[in-house]
């Protein structure tokens, strides 16, 4: 079983950046296809894009095309979103997930093992 914890939230100013870290521990972090997703208030959690196994391919939603970057390292156990030109629209609670396939996985309930979740506030 995988344990996913998130960090790197935080407050930024509309066309900032953040890069939030994903660490994994419990499982063979390469037997996952990782994604990302958020939640903000009063809405329902969204996916933003996905990384296979190795990283070779990534995927990410027109919401966050050419702004945000999802890459990983199976030597750390770790994936990034990195995310550049923060819109106040950015701002909500950023959640990464594991699914057990090598293939990207975009569907939400594919996804077994969730992390806690980070704040990500954009001012404006």
């Known amino acids: 079983q995988v344990q996913l914890v998130e960090s790197g939230g935080g407050l930024v100013q509309a066309g900032g950046s953040l890069r939030l870290s994903c660490a994994a521990s419990?499982?063979?972090?390469?037997?996952?296809?990782m994604g990302w997703f958020r939640q903000a208030p009063g809405k329902e959690r969204e996916f933003i894009g996905a990384i296979n196994w190795s990283g070779g391919s990534t995927y990410h939603t027109d919401s966050v095309k050419g702004r945000f970057t999802i890459s990983r390292d199976n030597a750390k156990n770790t994936v990034w979103l990195q995310m550049n030109s923060l819109k106040s629209e950015d701002t909500a609670v950023y959640y990464c997930?594991?699914?057990?396939?090598?293939?990207?996985?975009?569907?939400?309930?594919?996804?077994?093992?969730w992390g806690q979740g980070t704040q990500v506030t954009v001012s404006s």
């Open positions: 419990g499982g063979a972090f390469s037997n996952y296809a």
């Open positions: 997930a594991a699914a057990q396939t090598h293939i990207i996985v975009t569907n939400f309930k594919l996804y077994a093992y």
